[in-house]
C-alpha cells in the first residue's frame, strides 16, 4: 500500500513538473478546503486565508523542481501553508499564541470525587448522555455546527492543532513538526482544545435534554 502511494506521488510530481494543468487542478480541488482551515488558525479572516493558500499553491509552481521528497508533497503543502500565514498573521495582529496557548476550559475538578473520598477519580457529576434514534441524529447535526463555532473561538494553537488532529487526520508527530512544538506541548494544546469544544457540546445536550423533558 505505501509503495503504491509513494508511486503515485512521484507520477504526480512528475506530471507537475511537466506542466501537467490537469493534474495541478486536481491538486488544489483536493487540498485547498484542508489548506484553507489550517490558515484560517494564523490569520483573521477567510479572505487573508484564501491569499495565503494562493501563495502556497505559487510557491508549489515555483518549488516543485526542486522537491526533494524529504516528507510527502501534502505535508510539504501544509508546511508552506503555516510559514506563510504564520508570517500574515503577525502582520496582520498582535500575536498572543504564547499566553493564550495554554488558557482554556478543561473539565472542572470538583465534577470529580477526590483523594480520600470513595470512588476517588470517578465522575461525581456523569457527562449528559447522548440520545438515541431519530432525535439523536438531528441532535448530532446541531452538534457539528455547534462545535464549529467553539473550534473557531478556540486560541489559534489549540484551533490548530484541533484542525490538525481531529479533522484532517494528522498525527501527532507530523503535527509536531508542521507546528514546531514538543510533543508534551502538542498534548496540551490537543486537550485544551478537546475539552473547551467537549464542555459546550455537553451543556448544548443537556439543555436539549432539559426541553425535552418539560
Known sequence: MVVTEVADESRLIAALRAGDRAAFAKLVELHTPALLRVARGYVPNHSIAEEVVQET???????????????????????????IAKTRGIRERRDTDAMAAFVGATVAPERFHGAGEPNAGSWKEPP????????????????????????????????TVVTLRDILGF??????????????????????????IRQVLEDYVREHVSERGR
Open 57 to 83: 499553491w505559487i510557491a508549489l509552481i515555483k518549488g516543485v523542481s526542486g522537491f526533494e521528497g524529504r516528507s510527502s508533497l501534502r505535508t510539504w503543502l501544509f508546511a508552506v501553508t503555516i510559514n
Open 171 to 196: 498525527d501527532s508527530a507530523d503535527v509536531c513538526e508542521l507546528l514546531d512544538v514538543s510533543v508534551a506541548n502538542q498534548r496540551v494544546l490537543l486537550h485544551r482544545g478537546r475539552a473547551a
Open 128 to 159: 449528559t448522555p447522548f440520545p438515541d434514534g431519530p432525535e439523536g441524529s438531528v441532535l448530532a447535526t446541531e452538534l457539528r455546527d455547534v462545535a464549529q463555532r467553539e473550534l473557531d473561538k478556540l486560541p489559534d494553537r489549540q484551533r
